[in-house]
């Protein structure tokens, strides 16, 4: 079931991100972010959470995020995997390690969104997915991550709710 959902989320997100036209790294990122500067702790208990007012800012968690969901995408990402026999949208260019050092480096995409993404963690009824995602300017900004919850409605993948690791 897995192998059939998977590439349906990777185009939910894909579309959601607007990756179109961008590098997508393909190798998965395993490197789960646990801390960021609001909360010290990216745990369950704290992503379920409906809201909490840290100062002045609404930070809004995932409050239908199923615990076996998020324990199944720690799992699925303890070593990073190809994603190429997952990503069936053809407007991103796929790119390995090498490429992706080229482009790091090199002067000719320094204005490039290079994206990386975590494989995506599955409720056992496959309604719910979380994944990570991050994007990487070589020139500078933009720069973020953010963790992203799906539900699954009828036939087709929708991000529901955004949940911001950093942002530069």
């Given at each position: 079931?897995?192998?059939?959902?998977?590439p349906q989320?990777?185009?939910?997100?894909?579309?959601?991100?607007r990756m179109?036209?961008?590098?997508?790294?393909?190798?998965?990122?395993?490197?789960?972010?646990?801390?960021t500067f609001?909360?010290?702790?990216?745990?369950?208990?704290?992503?379920?959470?409906?809201?909490?007012?840290?100062?002045?800012?609404?930070?809004?968690?995932?409050?239908?995020?199923?615990?076996?969901?998020?324990?199944?995408?720690?799992?699925?990402?303890?070593?990073?995997?190809?994603?190429?026999?997952?990503?069936?949208?053809?407007?991103?260019?796929?790119?390995?390690?090498?490429?992706?050092?080229?482009?790091?480096?090199?002067?000719?995409?320094?204005?490039?969104?290079?994206?990386?993404?975590?494989?995506?963690?599955?409720?056992?009824?496959?309604?719910?997915?979380?994944?990570?995602?991050?994007?990487?300017?070589?020139?500078?900004?933009?720069?973020?991550?953010?963790?992203?919850?799906?539900?699954?409605?009828?036939?087709?993948?929708?991000?529901?709710?955004?949940?911001?690791?950093?942002?530069?």
């Amino acid at each position: 079931m897995r192998s059939q959902q998977e590439p349906q989320v990777f185009s939910a997100v894909i579309k959601y991100s607007r990756m179109e036209g961008e590098f997508l790294r393909e190798i998965s990122n395993n490197y789960l972010t646990t801390q960021t500067f609001l909360m010290p702790d990216i745990s369950w208990t704290n992503l379920s959470i409906p809201e909490i007012l840290i100062g002045e800012m609404k930070i809004i968690g995932f409050p239908n995020l199923r615990k076996e969901t998020y324990e199944n995408w720690i799992l699925i990402n303890n070593q990073s995997s190809l994603l190429t026999p997952f990503i069936t949208n053809p407007q991103v260019a796929l790119i390995s390690q090498e490429d992706w050092e080229k482009l790091e480096n090199g002067t000719d995409y320094n204005w490039s969104i290079i994206f990386t993404l975590t494989r995506p963690g599955f409720s056992q009824d496959f309604s719910q997915a979380l994944i990570q995602i991050t994007a990487h300017c070589p020139a500078g900004p933009p720069q973020y991550g953010s963790l992203l919850y799906l539900e699954k409605t009828a036939e087709q993948w929708e991000v529901e709710l955004s949940y911001g690791l950093y942002n530069q």
